[in-house]
């Protein structure tokens, strides 16, 4: 099976490289910027294309890892060829636009996988069968945590979306996967505390949100663009059975002050792709079982969509200082 990966920035030079490690797969990278598709070619040992469309032609499957303004389109290009297709998130930043993406994907039939890892860590997966099981119980809070180690690039924050769609959607998925549950209602909050850039573009650099779930259960949600310690990403989960935490393990990023608690550790998570490198892994693992039509999709588009809804809901909470309803996000 040939694969092309088109783009090839931070993400799509890790899911080249692990395609690139598969038995029976053939890898095939693109990038608007030809010399960076060379250069990682040459680097993974596998072959550098040219535009989208040729790749495309030449190609069993795609995983789109782009520029996320170009999400949508490429995603459209590849259902029109009836390409079994991977996306990292998001689809799109809006919901209109995303909704047309999963109307088409629908129409064409084609194998689809969105690219929320979280669905394949092992805690997080843990979590999602305690809870399907019943060993959780009847689940009373779920608290997330996602912090990251240090705020990205100016350049990056007027085309990130905001915190909740760029960094919270990934909690937003976990939360519906781990729980089996819909965000019925929100109220997020927000501000710039630490670095003033944010507020140029509109962002926050620190937010909070909480859920009213489905099932009756509630969700909270910290999420910061600054932890000195490292990236912090956890979920824990409080029911009448058992109360649990994914993410608590010896490179947890947090320290106890207990006179006898556990320390910082002293090589603690760096970033996401260190956090999570088993679950990319697993992620291209599964998509090209999918691909080949022995698997069904584990994260659909329209889990793309529902985890946007609950970030588009959250901005608008913020926005107007009230509870906002899911259903009030077409």
Same mark, same amino acid.
């Given at each position: 099976?040939? %694969?092309?990966?088109?783009?090839?920035? /931070?993400?799509? *030079? &890790?899911?080249?490289?692990?395609?690139?490690?598969?038995?029976?797969?053939?890898?095939?990278?693109?990038?608007?910027?030809?010399?960076?598709?060379?250069?990682?070619? =040459?680097?993974?040992?596998?072959?550098?294309?040219?535009? &989208?469309?040729?790749?495309?032609?030449?190609?069993?499957? *795609?995983?789109?890892?782009?520029?996320?303004?170009?999400?949508?389109?490429?995603?459209?290009?590849?259902?029109?060829?009836?390409?079994?297709?991977?996306?990292?998130?998001?689809?799109?930043?809006?919901?209109?636009?995303?909704?047309?993406?999963?109307?088409?994907?629908?129409?064409?039939? %084609?194998?689809?996988?969105?690219?929320?890892?979280?669905?394949?860590?092992?805690?997080?997966?843990?979590?999602?069968?305690?809870?399907?099981?019943?060993?959780?119980?009847?689940? !009373?809070?779920?608290?997330?945590?996602?912090?990251?180690?240090?705020?990205?690039?100016?350049?990056?924050?007027?085309?990130?979306?905001? %915190?909740?769609?760029?960094?919270?959607?990934?909690?937003?998925?976990?939360?519906?996967?781990?729980?089996?549950?819909?965000?019925?209602?929100? !109220?997020?909050?927000?501000?710039?505390?630490?670095?003033?850039?944010?507020?140029? !573009?509109?962002? #926050?650099?620190?937010?909070?949100?909480?859920?009213?779930?489905?099932?009756?259960?509630?969700? %909270?949600?910290?999420?910061?663009?600054?932890?000195?310690?490292?990236?912090?990403?956890?979920?824990?989960?409080?029911?009448?059975?058992?109360?649990?935490?994914?993410?608590?393990?010896?490179?947890?990023?947090?320290?106890?002050?207990?006179?006898?608690?556990?320390?910082?550790?002293?090589?603690?998570?760096?970033?996401?792709?260190?956090?999570?490198?088993?679950? !990319?892994?697993?992620?291209?693992?599964?998509?090209?079982?999918?691909?080949?039509?022995?698997?069904?999709?584990?994260?659909?588009?329209?889990?793309?969509? =529902?985890?946007?809804?609950?970030?588009?809901?959250?901005?608008?909470? /913020?926005?107007?200082?009230?509870? #906002?309803?899911?259903?009030?996000?077409?």
């Amino acid at each position: 099976m040939r %694969i092309a990966v088109i783009g090839v920035g /931070r993400m799509g *030079v &890790v899911h080249a490289g692990t395609l690139a490690a598969l038995p029976a797969v053939d890898v095939l990278v693109t990038d608007v910027d030809r010399d960076r598709a060379r250069t990682v070619a =040459e680097e993974l040992g596998v072959e550098a294309g040219g535009d &989208v469309a040729d790749a495309m032609k030449a190609s069993d499957a *795609v995983v789109i890892a782009a520029a996320t303004d170009a999400h949508a389109p490429l995603v459209h290009q590849a259902a029109d060829a009836e390409l079994p297709t991977f996306c990292e998130k998001p689809i799109s930043l809006d919901v209109a636009s995303t909704a047309e993406v999963v109307a088409h994907v629908r129409d064409a039939g %084609i194998p689809f996988q969105m690219g929320f890892q979280r669905r394949f860590d092992g805690g997080y997966r843990a979590a999602h069968d305690l809870v399907a099981g019943g060993g959780l119980g009847t689940l !009373y809070v779920v608290r997330m945590a996602g912090h990251d180690p240090a705020p990205p690039h100016e350049a990056y924050i007027p085309v990130s979306g905001g %915190i909740f769609k760029d960094f919270s959607v990934h909690d937003f998925d976990a939360l519906r996967f781990v729980t089996g549950q819909e965000v019925v209602e929100t !109220y997020a909050d927000g501000a710039v505390i630490g670095f003033p850039v944010f507020e140029k !573009y509109g962002d #926050v650099d620190t937010a909070v949100a909480t859920f009213r779930l489905s099932g009756g259960a509630f969700g %909270i949600l910290s999420v910061t663009r600054h932890d000195p310690l490292g990236y912090d990403v956890r979920m824990e989960l409080l029911g009448s059975g058992d109360s649990v935490v994914v993410g608590w393990d010896a490179r947890m990023p947090l320290r106890s002050v207990e006179p006898e608690g556990t320390p910082a550790p002293a090589d603690p998570y760096p970033q996401f792709q260190a956090r999570f490198a088993a679950a !990319y892994r697993a992620e291209m693992e599964w998509f090209v079982e999918l691909a080949a039509g022995r698997r069904e999709s584990p994260c659909t588009a329209e889990d793309a969509l =529902e985890a946007l809804r609950i970030a588009v809901a959250c901005d608008r909470s /913020r926005a107007e200082h009230r509870p #906002v309803r899911v259903e009030e996000v077409g």
